[in-house]
Nanobody
Framework: QVQLVESGGGLVQTGGSLRLSCAAS????????MGWYRQAPGKQRELVAS???????NYADSVKGRFTISRVNAKNTVYLQMTSLKPEDTAVYYC?????????WGQGTQVTVSS
């Protein structure tokens, strides 16, 4: 079955950095488009960044220039490098992929940015 396991979240001060990882299994990772989403308390889940099988990337306006999504197919892993973190980046971050018209999510990893 498809499994997505996120790691790397934590507590960081404003201006700090974190790198999130998402290890995937149960899919042919190299041909899968991958995405990072986040959900803050009381808000809807939103797309943060995505990377296609062809390495095309897309970012939410709020994170452009601060976050970088990347992937290592040999490790079945997608990363989200986050720099210049702000309190408004505080959220649970989720890894996502779609397979046969079904969407799969990881369990999420908490990122908390203190002011």
């Amino acid at each position: 079955q498809v499994q997505l396991v996120e790691s790397g979240g934590g507590l960081v001060q404003t201006g700090g950095s974190l790198r999130l990882s998402c290890a995937a299994s149960g899919i042919i990772f190299s041909i899968s488009d991958m995405g990072w989403y986040r959900q803050a308390p009381g808000k809807q889940r939103e797309l943060v960044a995505s990377i296609s099988r062809g390495l095309s990337t897309n970012y939410a306006d709020s994170v452009k220039g601060r976050f970088t999504i990347s992937r290592v197919n040999a490790k079945n892993t997608v990363y989200l490098q986050m720099t210049s973190l702000k309190p408004e980046d505080t959220a649970v971050y989720y890894c996502n992929t779609n397979l046969l018209a079904r969407s799969y999510w990881g369990q999420g990893t908490q990122v908390t940015v203190s002011s």
